[in-house]
């Protein structure tokens, strides 16, 4: 890739992955029913989708219990409505949550605000 597009290009696909991914973190952090996981390092952004019928539940076992269950019943719809692909994951005793690379070069802020607007449409009646 480097020989390809050479270092500005590349220098200037880092930087934009990387701001692409603070704005993805800044929306989430905006939006209700969605929560970070950890403040995002490099591209890498973990988020959780807490659907409206979990928001008002005390943190405790029993939600993230319930949350567990959410990503990968969200993740059949996307892969079902063929409106996109993104990877959720379990990490040590975290429930299950998105992970979103952001990392090429043609995503915007359209296609991110699309990805949030998405996982809440496809999950609003869990």
Excluded at 1 to 30: C, F, H, N, P, S
Excluded at 51 to 65: A, F, T
Excluded at 77 to 99: E, L
């Amino acid at each position: 890739m480097w020989k390809a597009v050479g270092t500005k290009e590349l220098g200037r696909r880092v930087d934009r992955a990387l701001a692409m991914a603070k704005y993805l973190a800044q929306e989430i952090k905006k939006r209700e029913g969605f929560r970070l996981v950890i403040e995002p390092e490099f591209a890498n952004v973990c988020f959780w989708y807490i659907p409206p019928s979990l928001r008002n539940v005390p943190d405790c076992p029993e939600l993230w219990k319930k949350l567990h269950a959410v990503a990968p019943v969200v993740k059949e719809r996307m892969m079902k409505s063929g409106s996109m692909m993104i990877g959720y994951q379990k990490h040590g005793d975290k429930a299950n949550f998105f992970r979103m690379v952001v990392i090429s070069p043609q995503v915007n802020r359209q296609d991110l605000d699309f990805v949030l607007d998405e996982i809440h449409s496809l999950g609003k009646d869990l």
